[in-house]
């Protein structure tokens, strides 16, 4: 799986991350991430990626079609993030991946109290999950609580390379 970046906020640098199977290899099929492969997402995505992506059930294919639906259809991407983040049959790792993504389109959208109330629960669920800490610090700054932005942008910093988690501060590894 590589990790494909969908731009979001460009002023915060910040995209949708998605996995997608864009790597393969004879012999047993994986689901193993490559956190070294990172794509940059079209701006226009393929007709046929579009359809094999309504057709596919799987957790990837759904986050994947929110990503999509962000550009057009911010409610419809949100509505899709939030039934995946219900999900508990995902891995950790990707449902923390979606509840970033969640946030990171709530503040696109200027939903600050219901980001802040995700980032909060965030924050205490994944507690080592530096881009969250990075999304709250960027969020208190648009709120202009700066003392609050400059300790979760050090905490993020602190934590920044902790295994395990996908984002764009850092490295991660798992």
């Not at 949100?78 to 950790?92: A, G, Y």
């Not at 709250?136 to 300790?151: C, E």
Request: charged share 20%; aromatic share 6%; glycine share 6%.
């Amino acid at each position: 799986m590589a990790l494909v970046h969908y731009p979001a906020i460009p002023e915060l640098n910040a995209d949708l991350i998605v996995l997608q199977p864009r790597l393969f290899s004879a012999g047993q099929p994986h689901e193993e991430i490559e956190f070294g492969v990172r794509i940059a997402a079209p701006a226009q995505p393929d007709r046929m990626l579009l359809a094999e992506l309504r057709d596919c059930k799987q957790p990837w294919a759904l986050l994947s079609m929110a990503a999509l639906e962000a550009s057009h259809s911010p409610s419809a991407a949100m509505d899709r993030l939030r039934r995946l983040w219900q999900r508990e049959d995902n891995s950790t790792l990707f449902r923390s991946l979606v509840l970033r993504n969640l946030i990171l389109l709530m503040m696109q959208q200027g939903d600050h109290d219901q980001a802040r109330h995700l980032l909060d629960l965030g924050m205490e669920a994944f507690p080592q999950y530096a881009e969250l800490r990075w999304l709250s610090g960027a969020l208190w700054l648009r709120q202009r609580k700066f003392t609050n932005a400059k300790h979760d942008g050090e905490r993020a910093m602190a934590l920044a390379g902790s295994p395990q988690w996908i984002g764009k501060i850092g490295r991660a590894h798992v």
